[in-house]
């Protein structure tokens, strides 16, 4: 893993603010020339420090404003890929974590409303691995940031 010094972080942070800012940009905001800027992304690429560039779209504007986060109890000792293997395929699922605690994984369920989350969490709870499922509907979201370097 690629030490990430103070430089590193400024074009992090110029990244994060607009991914579409050119090197040149950056570079006038850090002190470096467009190609130290680009040698710098392409090795924060190459180490997986940077994982790549997104647009960041709004769920509800594209209709998938409900959502929920599920604790899923399986059946049994499953290992973390068998239920990631298995949640996969769901379109609603749009994030899955193992956890510490009585559940084996929290899954984050995205839906167009509120009948929707409920066929997605039926499918869900038919996936064989789960014996249970506890959801918690979000109602409105307070905070939501990435992390700052």
């Excluded at 594209?62 to 000792?77: I, S």
């Excluded at 369920?109 to 989350?117: F, N, P, Q, T, Y």
Aim: proline fraction near 4%.
């Amino acid at each position: 893993m690629l030490r990430v010094d103070s430089i590193d972080h400024r074009i992090i942070s110029c990244l994060m603010a607009n991914a579409r800012s050119s090197y040149a940009e950056i570079g006038k905001e850090v002190g470096l020339s467009a190609p130290a800027v680009k040698r710098r992304v392409d090795k924060l690429l190459d180490t997986g420090v940077l994982r790549g560039f997104t647009a960041v779209v709004d769920p509800e504007a594209l209709g998938w404003g409900t959502e929920a986060f599920v604790e899923v109890h399986c059946k049994g000792n499953v290992a973390p890929h068998d239920i990631q293997h298995r949640l996969e395929p769901m379109a609603e699922v749009s994030a899955a974590y193992t956890v510490s605690g009585a559940a084996d994984a929290i899954v984050h369920l995205r839906a167009a409303d509120i009948h929707h989350l409920e066929t997605a969490l039926e499918r869900l709870r038919a996936v064989e691995i789960i014996d249970r499922t506890v959801s918690t509907v979000v109602l409105s979201r307070l905070l939501d940031r990435p992390i700052a370097p």
